[in-house]
């Protein structure tokens, strides 16, 4: 089982309003991911970061922000939520260095419905 | 343009039986290639990694194969169990930098009935 943490796992809500997607992880990793994923496509990459203060943006535009002030926590945050934001969004974290194999370790997912 | 695809798209099988999936990439450079599973609701787990000089790699009964020439991997899933229902996905890695980059496929979502 990785030790990396979602919350929450589902969540309701109607347009407009400012969520925040928690993701925490206790296994070290400078290196972490957002994805989002619908049904039947592939995973697509919208944010990532190196390390602390280090973020940037994937190959997915997304009118998401996240911030990294800790190594463990990489929290993403919809300003806005809209119908178009419902999906599945997942975390992700793996090492940083020179010999990774790119081996990541997922959270269980937080599945977003935008009313 | 660097593609992962995968077949067949999904797949119905009785418990007990075996099942290959497929995984063909475009990616070039080559790193190396993951077979990750996905259960319903949960984050996907990576089940094996392939690289360059591997042919074939087992894990219990999930056995990977990579040919490097032809850019193509198969998934063979042994006397399949009611547990293996699930979306598998290939994911490939490039060596454009020093971190790799990561190509997604669509899965494959197998369905084990009793």
């Known amino acids: 089982e990785a030790d990396i943490y979602q919350t929450p796992r589902y969540l309701v809500i109607g347009t407009g309003k400012k969520i925040t997607l928690e993701c925490s992880q206790t296994m070290g990793h400078d290196k972490m991911y957002w994805y989002q994923q619908d049904p039947g496509m592939e995973l697509h990459l919208i944010h990532y970061?190196?390390?602390?203060?280090?973020?940037e943006k994937g190959d997915l535009s997304s009118e998401s922000t996240v911030s990294r002030i800790r190594t463990e926590h990489f929290p993403l945050t919809l300003e806005s939520a809209r119908p178009s934001h419902t999906s599945q969004y997942l975390c992700?974290?793996?090492?940083?260095?020179?010999?990774?194999?790119?081996?990541?370790?997922f959270g269980e997912g937080s599945r977003l419905t935008v009313l | 343009k660097n593609q992962v695809e995968q077949s067949p798209q999904s797949l119905i099988i009785l418990e007990g039986k075996n099942c290959t999936l497929q995984?063909?990439?475009?990616?070039?450079?080559?790193?190396?290639l993951r077979w990750y599973k996905q259960d319903t609701g949960r984050g996907p787990v990576s089940l094996t990694i392939m690289t360059f000089s591997e042919n074939t790699k087992s894990n219990g009964r999930y056995t990977a194969t990579l040919d490097a020439d032809t850019k193509q991997s198969s998934l063979h899933i042994t006397a399949s169990q009611l547990s293996d229902s699930a979306s598998y996905i290939c994911v490939v890695s490039d060596r454009g930098s020093t971190l790799g980059r990561l190509y997604f496929g669509r899965g494959t979502q197998l369905t084990v009935w009793p």
């Open positions: 992700a974290s793996s090492e940083l260095s020179s010999t990774n194999t790119g081996e990541l370790f």
């Open positions: 995984c063909n990439y475009t990616v070039s450079p080559f790193s190396n």
């Open positions: 970061s190196y390390g602390v203060n280090s973020t």
